[in-house]
T-cell receptor, first 112, second 116 residues
Framework: AQTVTQSQPEMSVQEAETVTLSCTYD???????LFWYKQPPSRQMILVIR??????QNATENRFSVNFQKAAKSFSLKISDSQLGDTAMYFC?????????FGTGTSLTVIP | KAGVTQTPRYLIKTRGQQVTLSCSPI?????VSWYQQTPGQGLQFLFE???????NKGNFPGRFSGRQFSNSRSEMNVSTLELGDSALYLC???????????????FGPGTRLLVL
């Protein structure tokens, strides 16, 4: 069975600081994709970043980067220079075949 | 390109009624997935459709059903509503999940269902 675990239900960070959200997953598959999605209070889910499991290089999108440790099945999200607009629920997701598996989310609050 | 649209945005129903939710994917996207989101459970996968065929189904009772039309639009139906069905129902589309070509899902704004 595929599972995704986000062990931090809530986190906070000071504006302009850096924060890391953790995610671990469990799978016996070798080909898969990993994602971080952001859901602001308005509820529209937005893709933040994606990572192909076959790529060793960590994905980066502006202030967002991941630390992908395939052997450890870990996929953390680092947000640099946190902004007030980063306040949202963040979901880690895992895709294998044609089905997504989501973690329970981490609620991030950026404090001015 | 227009994003994923879902209608209606809000619904109030009573126990025992049935409801149909609609999802229009991004133009050209053929895969549509449905999720139930509740505060305690996160996102729970309902089902995924591709080219009018249900390929995957989550662990939900048979009261939850869906279909996809030839234009890739999808509907989800819940019969005999229960209080516990109150949730945000999210639809997501992708070009072709599992094809190895485009593996990103794009979400709609959701339909908020309240069962009284």
């Amino acid at each position: 069975a595929q599972t995704v675990t986000q062990s931090q239900p809530e986190m906070s960070v000071q504006e302009a600081e850096t924060v890391t959200l953790s995610c671990t997953y469990d799978t016996s598959e070798n080909n898969y994709y990993l994602f971080w999605y952001k859901q602001p209070p308005s509820r529209q889910m937005i893709l933040v970043i994606r990572q192909e499991a076959y790529k060793q290089q960590n994905a980066t999108e502006n202030r967002f980067s991941v630390n992908f440790q395939k052997a450890a099945k870990s996929f953390s999200l680092k947000i640099s220079d946190s902004q007030l607009g980063d306040t949202a629920m963040y979901f880690c997701a895992f895709l294998t075949g044609n089905q997504f598996y989501f973690g329970t989310g981490t609620s991030l609050t950026v404090i001015p | 390109k227009a994003g994923v649209t879902q209608t209606p945005r809000y619904l109030i129903k009573t126990r025992g009624q049935q409801v149909t939710l609609s999802c229009s994917p991004i133009s050209g996207h053929r895969s549509v997935s449905w999720y139930q989101q509740t505060p305690g459970q996160g996102l729970q996968f309902l089902f995924e459709y591709f080219s009018e065929t249900q390929r995957n189904k989550g662990n939900f009772p048979g009261r939850f059903s869906g279909r996809q039309f030839s234009n890739s639009r999808s509907e989800m139906n819940v019969s005999t509503l229960e209080l516990g069905d109150s949730a945000l129902y999210l639809c997501a589309s992708s070009l072709a999940l599992g094809s190895g070509r485009q593996e990103t899902q794009y979400f709609g704004p959701g339909t908020r269902l309240l069962v009284l």
